[in-house]
């Protein structure tokens, strides 16, 4: 089975740094994913992890521990646009499955 | 080059009917996904067709159909409609299917109401 954990909600303040944790339990691992999805749209893309360590995109961290199955998305020098639910996704084969998301609320 | 398109992007039905939801991918893209987002809940995998094969199948019943044409498109068919099928439904496209870092990219979804 497929277990993804993530937290449901984080809130920061403009400007600021946020952390998202996404702890997985699945049978099979080829890659984590990390989408941002604005309300009533569709998730895009941000990041993708397989091996450990860090991969870094502009604002955008995302960090993989494969032996403790974690993971992390990081947000830096917030902006107001920032605030959507981030989704942690573990591809397995074919087959992607997704956490519940994380929803971000970025103030001013 | 235009994303994922998905039709109708609003679609209300009642209990019992069936319902055709409509994809296509980003020209090049062989591999199509469909997912099922229900409002709180992350994306829940259905079907995953590869150059116009079923590569694989979520925890849905059989009232559950899709099927890829030569052209790539997709269509998913949903059966005998329930309330608890109400839901967003998203179409992805990558370039490969499976154990590779091709990313999903998804479409706006069809957002069906069953009433």
């Known amino acids: 089975g497929q277990n993804i954990d993530q937290p449901t909600e984080m809130t920061a303040t403009e400007g600021a740094i946020v952390q998202i944790n996404c702890t997985y339990q699945?049978?099979?691992?080829?890659?984590l994913f990390w989408y941002q999805q604005h309300a009533g749209e569709a998730p895009t893309f941000l990041s993708y992890?397989?091996?450990?360590g860090l991969e870094e995109k502009g604002r955008f961290s995302s960090f993989l521990s494969r032996s403790k199955g974690y993971s992390y998305l990081l947000l830096k020098e917030l902006q107001m646009k920032d605030s959507a639910s981030y989704l942690c996704?573990?591809?397995?084969?074919?087959?992607?499955?997704f956490g519940a998301g994380t929803t971000v609320t970025v103030r001013a | 080059d235009a994303g994922v398109t998905q039709s109708p992007t609003h679609l209300i039905k009642t209990r019992g009917q069936h319902v055709t939801l409509r994809c296509s991918p980003i020209s090049g893209h062989k591999s199509v996904s469909w997912y099922q987002q229900v409002l709180g809940q992350g994306p829940q995998f259905i079907f995953q067709?590869?150059?116009?094969?079923?590569?694989g199948r979520g925890n849905f019943p059989d009232r559950f159909s899709a099927r890829q044409f030569p052209n790539y498109s997709s269509e998913l068919n949903v059966n005998a409609l329930l309330l608890g099928d109400s839901a967003l439904y998203l179409c992805?496209?990558?370039?490969?299917?499976?154990?590779?870092?091709?990313?999903?990219?998804f479409g706006n979804g069809t957002r069906l109401t069953v009433t």
């Open positions: 996704a573990v591809l397995n084969d074919y087959k992607l499955s």
């Open positions: 992805a496209s990558s370039l490969a299917a499976g154990r590779t870092n091709s990313p999903l990219h």
């Open positions: 699945t049978s099979g691992f080829n890659g």
């Open positions: 992890n397989v091996l450990d």
């Open positions: 067709y590869y150059e116009k094969e079923e590569r």
